[in-house]
């Protein structure tokens, strides 16, 4: 039979436990490019005059925006992925690829871009804008991360007589890491 005193015992440990919180995730997991492309034309007359880059790429991380007035958290579940990334220029013009932002098809909770950055190889910087309307009020957070992108290194691909040429993901390289961090104002 217990006495009082072990079922205090009992009691208060158990209570200690239930109400320890829990471990906030301080470190985010990096982000996985799944798909990642580039396509320039030939540019011999009547053939398609568009250079694209596509690129897929998915963010593994819960995501705390807020707190409500209430107390609860305001959250964004794991696995949100940005499809059908597309930087499209005119290959025959002079329009600068970089200093603009390309988008990624919307999600549900935020959006997706990415930004061709100058260089030498195809670095590309993501940007992830989770952004959630709750209770009338916006909860909002934005993530970068970058990624290098190398024929050679993790792209492979060819280019043909003509001068069309298309680079993807090695298959060994599926999927690309890239580590995000919070941009924070």
Known sequence: MLTKTAIFS???AASIASGAPAKRQDTLQPWQVTSFGVHTPSGRPGSYPWSTITANITDPNAL???TTPEGDAVTVPAGNTAVNCVAKWFSTSATDLHNHLWPCDPT?????????????????????VADVLYQGSDYKKTYTATGTF???DNLSGTCGGSGVCN??????SIPVLVTPTEVTA
Do not use: M, N, P
């Open 64 to 66: 705390t925006l807020g």
């Open 150 to 152: 190398r024929v050679g």
């Open 10 to 12: 009992v009691l208060a």
């Open 108 to 128: 549900e909770d935020g959006y997706w871009y990415f930004e061709v950055l100058e260089g030498d190889s195809w670095d590309v910087q993501f940007t992830r």
């Open 167 to 172: 680079w993807g993901l090695k298959s060994e």
